[in-house]
């Protein structure tokens, strides 16, 4: 019997790259990206939920439940985090699992671009992967969302402490 015919079918993996930006400065940036909470999927209008099973200083570990049109999706996340501005997750489910690594750019004092580098494999149930440019556009818009709920924050916290930017200001 050929080797290929013992082994289970090999579903490809899908690459990926996002930017998204935020003005805000990059030790709020990280703080809010990472503070995982069961009301992320609001943020960005997400039709999953999210459990927060473990959090420590350097890790945090998460369940999320999509449900689908025959059924159910569910994964298993950990990140670790690598203060003040990278983190990388590893996410383990029944229809696909994501590797993603995480950095924060100052642009400016109160500008932060984040990068995202990802790795998206099916598992043999789950459906292939959409084709980058969709993959991409969804994650952008995703982070797009989570990017004015992240300013709206920041403004929020400005104005508590009475702090405000004159214009012109950088």
């Not at 899908?14 to 935020?22: D, E, G, I, M, P």
């Not at 709020?28 to 999953?48: I, K, N, Q, V």
């Not at 100052?106 to 995202?116: F, G, K, V, W």
């Not at 980058?132 to 556009?137: G, K, N, T």
């Amino acid at each position: 019997m050929p080797a290929s015919a013992a082994s289970p079918t090999r579903r490809p993996s899908r690459t990926y790259s996002v930017r998204a930006t935020f003005r805000a400065p990059l030790g709020f940036a990280f703080r809010w990206c990472t503070d995982y909470s069961e009301r992320d999927p609001g943020l960005h209008r997400g039709d999953y939920e999210r459990r927060v099973v473990e959090r420590r200083a350097r890790r945090v570990v998460f369940e999320d439940l999509y449900p689908l049109p025959r059924g159910w999706s569910w994964s298993r996340g950990t990140s670790w985090l690598e203060p003040p501005d990278r983190w990388h997750a590893e996410e383990v489910g029944n229809l696909r699992t994501w590797s993603i690594d995480y950095r924060l750019i100052a642009l400016a004092p109160d500008i932060t671009e984040l990068r995202i580098r990802g790795r998206r494999t099916p598992t043999a149930i789950g459906p292939s992967n959409p084709p980058r440019s969709a993959l991409e556009r969804e994650i952008t818009d995703m982070w797009r969302q989570f990017g004015r709920a992240l300013e709206k924050d920041y403004r929020r916290q400005l104005r508590r402490r009475g702090t405000r930017r004159r214009r012109g200001d950088g």
